[in-house]
């Protein structure tokens, strides 16, 4: 089973962007799936989530008013949607699946089991120019 995202690219500030995540041979019906980030020297940190069946969502500070995680269904794919981009979110995007989620959607939730319990994928990079 293998996890793919995509839809990275560079980008100026204030620019726009979709990524996608796809899970080639599982299904999301019953995941919690985000996306993470990784700036250059920089540890991972949670961007976004989302509660597949419920479509409860969660995001990070940073990520709020910005950056909309959504899903299609029918496509079985998660989507991130970036506006208003900055420099500073220059990273490699990752997505990543639990298939055991606490339907809670709480931050404990989001911070410590996801991080820790989810399959991650390959990233895709986005770049913000300034």
């Known amino acids: 089973v293998q996890l793919q995202a995509s839809g990275g690219g560079l980008v100026e500030t204030g620019g726009s962007l979709r990524l996608s995540c796809t899970g080639s041979?599982?299904?999301?019906?019953?995941?919690?799936v985000g996306w993470f980030r990784q700036a250059p020297g920089k540890g991972r940190e949670l961007v976004a989530g989302i509660i597949w069946s419920g479509g409860n969502t969660y995001y990070e500070d940073f990520a709020k008013g910005r950056f909309t995680i959504s899903r299609e269904h029918a496509e079985n794919t998660a989507y991130l949607s970036m506006d208003s981009l900055k420099t500073e979110d220059t990273a490699v995007y990752y997505c990543a699946v639990d298939d055991h989620p606490d339907h809670s959607g709480s931050y404990y939730y989001w911070n410590v089991v996801f991080r820790r319990q989810s399959d991650w994928g390959q990233g895709t990079l986005v770049t913000v120019s300034s």
């Open positions: 041979g599982r299904s999301f019906s019953n995941s919690a």
